[in-house]
């Protein structure tokens, strides 16, 4: 499988996220943004009008990822005849855990235009529903979400309340209570 080619738009949102990651969500300017691309503000501008553009396809782009990961793994699951919520905590923990910026997106919108998360909480809000009624015991299924939240939240805004060496065993136990379920 061919890895996509990375588009003007892709290098724009990656630079925003870096921007986020590095400098804070009110360095994150059109003009920092071009010089993290290494392209002119006018290339920005042609792509994203303005910030708010720029932060809806950051949210859009994180929601896109996070459900395209979800529905990947419940395919895998489905495909190797096994139960899709714990494949789908593994996926969502490889995210949670990623050093990847897609935290950023969320960070920057709740900073400067929190009303942009309003629709990205809604998808976010149904993929929750709907994984957690799944579950033989949806209560379960809830708390682990929420779980996941947490250690993606917490990760985020730096207040990390698991230490480094217990984070595995964390994730683990969090894995291994979602297939007890189906025992």
Known sequence: MSEKPTTTKDLILDAAETVVARDGTRAMTIDAVAAEASISKGGVLYHYPNKIALLEAMVTRMVTGVRDDIHRAEADAEAAGEPPLPRVIEA????????????????AA???QPQLLEAAGKVLAGEFQRLSAMAPDPVLGQIVLLALDGLKLSSMLGLSHVE???????NNRLVAMTREMYQ
């Open 164 to 170: 480094e060496l217990q984070v595995n065993a964390v």
């Open 110 to 112: 709740a900073a400067e």
């Open 92 to 107: 969502l923990l490889t995210r949670t855990t990623a050093a990847e910026p897609i935290g950023n997106a969320i960070l």
